[in-house]
């Protein structure tokens, strides 16, 4: 899912409030930690913005595209992404618990720390990401695919999973075996996950 914004004006602020709303622009942050907690972007593109962190809490993020982002630490908790793109840049962590994500696609990103904790995700795509860490124990995921990315760990205890494409995704090591009910795996994650899988089923594996 692509989101084209076309010539946005450049809106620059000295500061900015809770609940502050944005429409129609492309923003430019007069501090690198700005706080938009509550806040409503609409139609609103962030691009090569470096930053130490982010706060978007709660808010609500529709139409928006990111580009080259490079952020310390994402504070999204709670918040709700609609038709949101996020292309290119590095991001030490996301934190998206308790996020609800609709239309959303992650691609070339770096990301140190994902966590998708209890989050709910429809129509989600992540397209040649890396994460050190991808943390989705309780969340809700419906057709939700990964294209070409690496995960060093992943965790999805508790997860929900219906329509899920985890072929695309490479993982080291792997918490929640047991959670995979409904999603696809590839043959050689098959494999890699057999013996976990036996384990998980109660059934022992010997030589």
């Known amino acids: 899912m692509q989101v084209e ?15 502050d709303d944005f429409e129609g622009v492309r923003l430019t942050f007069p501090t690198d930690e700005p706080v938009l907690t509550r806040s409503t972007l609409r139609e609103v593109e962030l691009s090569g913005s470096v930053l130490a962190s982010l706060e978007t809490r709660e808010a609500r993020l ?12 994402w504070q999204s908790a709670g918040a709700r992404w609609s038709r949101v793109h ?7 962590s996301l934190d998206l618990t308790g996020a609800t994500l609709d239309g959303i696609r992650f691609e070339g990103l770096r990301i140190g720390y994902l966590t998708l904790a209890q989050a709910a995700l429809v129509d989600v795509a992540f ?25 060093a760990e992943l965790d999805v205890r508790h997860a929900l999973f219906n329509d ?15 959670a995979l009910r409904g999603a696809t795996v590839s043959g050689a ?19």
């Open 164 to 178: 899920t494409d985890l072929r695309g995704l490479a993982f080291d090591g792997l918490e929640g075996v047991d």
């Open 62 to 73: 529709t139409d928006v595209a990111g580009r080259r982002l490079g952020v310390g630490a």
């Open 5 to 19: 914004l076309g010539e946005l004006p450049e809106y620059e602020a000295d500061r900015f409030a809770t609940g």
């Open 127 to 151: 397209v040649d990401c890396e994460f050190e860490t991808l943390d989705l124990p309780a969340a809700t995921c419906q057709r939700v695919a990964f294209e070409g990315c690496r995960a």
């Open 86 to 92: 996020l292309e290119g840049g590095r991001l030490g």
């Open 189 to 207: 994650q098959a494999v890699q996950l057999a013996e976990r899988l036996a384990e998980a089923a109660g059934i022992a594996v010997a030589d």
